[in-house]
């Protein structure tokens, strides 16, 4: 049977509830706190609201709150639906093969919701409707987001990554030092390391880095990432900056770094990566399918 599987996080001040340095905001900044407590306030309830909106639709649950257990498996079936900022809606992601999402932004006002196209208390949120489009088998409207992936000298990875990789130094304030290829283009280069990103994440890091935001397809209909250096250190006019790869080029970084580390969006996922190793990026066969509001898009990448 198909399920909704709702996921959610415990709010700031939730997450440090009893820590000194809580109360301690208080005095040192009650403007800060008084916005935590806002942001606290905002993202229960729109997490009661929802729940009690799915409860009356007597379609099974299940609740995960992010953090306390293990996501639970997905099976293609399934709605997930996440409530908070990208930050959720990035974690469940990692735990979604072919199961279909659907971002709530539980704080509109402070949080960041890229992903995240509803707001719960807009009239274009009709919970009915989009759960009978699901599961009377209509088509809701849903976007596939293209993911990329790695392998470490050969061995393949089985995240699902939605926005990007950062390759760098296990200590980041220290100089990263890999060798880049791109087919038959060959960069050895220090840098503060490098970033690769889907067209999906290209208006986060990689727009921060000096990138500009990309769509997910070429000219030729070829699926595309993109990876830029970071404060890249040298002299040689002929070095490598950054570059859009498509489907059909291969590439790989070569770690020269003793202690080498990959985030994978941002620090929700990390993996080291040791002097030689050697790391190829290319397309997830999973892209991810998120429901969209109609009356809105994606700003930029999809």
């Given at each position: 049977m198909s399920r909704v599987i709702?996921?959610?996080?415990?709010?700031?001040?939730?997450?440090?509830?009893?820590?000194?340095?809580?109360?301690?905001?208080?005095?040192?900044?009650?403007?800060?706190?008084?916005?935590?407590?806002?942001?606290?306030?905002?993202?229960?309830?729109?997490?009661?609201?929802?729940?009690?909106?799915?409860?009356?639709?007597?379609?099974?649950?299940?609740?995960?709150?992010?953090?306390?257990?293990?996501?639970?498996a997905t099976k293609k079936n399934d709605l997930i639906v996440?409530?908070?900022?990208?930050?959720?809606?990035?974690?469940?992601?990692?735990?979604?093969?072919?199961?279909?999402?659907?971002?709530?932004?539980?704080?509109?006002?402070?949080?960041?919701?890229?992903?995240?196209?509803?707001?719960?208390?807009?009239?274009?949120?009709?919970?009915?409707?989009?759960?009978?489009d699901y599961f009377?088998?209509?088509?809701?409207?849903?976007?596939?987001?293209?993911?990329?992936?790695?392998?470490?000298?050969?061995?393949?990875?089985?995240?699902?990554?939605?926005?990007?990789?950062?390759?760098t130094?296990?200590?980041?304030?220290?100089?990263?030092?890999?060798?880049?290829?791109?087919d038959e283009n060959v960069y050895s280069q220090k840098s503060s390391g490098i970033w690769v990103s889907s067209a999906s994440g290209s208006g986060a890091a990689y727009k921060s880095a000096g990138g500009k935001p990309f769509i997910q397809y070429n000219k030729e209909k070829l699926r595309q990432f993109a990876v830029i250096a970071r404060e890249v250190y040298s002299h040689k006019k002929e070095n490598f900056t950054k570059a859009i790869v498509h489907e059909k080029q291969r590439l790989e970084i070569i770690s020269a770094m003793i202690d080498g580390m990959i985030y994978i969006d941002g620090g929700q996922k990390s993996t080291p990566m040791q002097i030689g190793d050697k790391l190829n990026i290319y397309f997830s066969d999973n892209p991810l399918n998120v429901i969209l509001d109609k009356s809105k898009k994606l700003k930029s990448g999809v």
């Open positions: 709702v996921v959610y996080k415990k709010s700031t001040l939730e997450y440090y509830k009893g820590k000194s340095f809580i109360e301690n905001l208080k005095k040192k900044n009650s403007a800060l706190y008084a916005q935590f407590q806002q942001m606290h306030d905002d993202h229960y309830k729109s997490v009661e609201l929802f729940l009690n909106k799915i409860e009356k639709t007597k379609v099974p649950c299940f609740i995960h709150e992010r953090g306390r257990n293990k996501m639970p996440t409530i908070g900022g990208d930050g959720t809606f990035i974690y469940a992601s990692h735990y979604v093969k072919d199961a279909l999402m659907l971002g709530i932004n539980s704080a509109p006002d402070y949080s960041i919701g890229y992903y995240c196209n509803y707001n719960i208390y807009q009239d274009s949120f009709d919970l009915n409707k989009i759960l009978n009377h088998n209509k088509q809701p409207v849903f976007k596939p987001i293209h993911r990329i992936t790695y392998s470490i000298n050969g061995k393949e990875s089985n995240n699902y990554i939605l926005n990007d990789i950062l390759i130094d296990k200590n980041p304030a220290t100089t990263s030092r890999y060798i880049i290829q791109i």
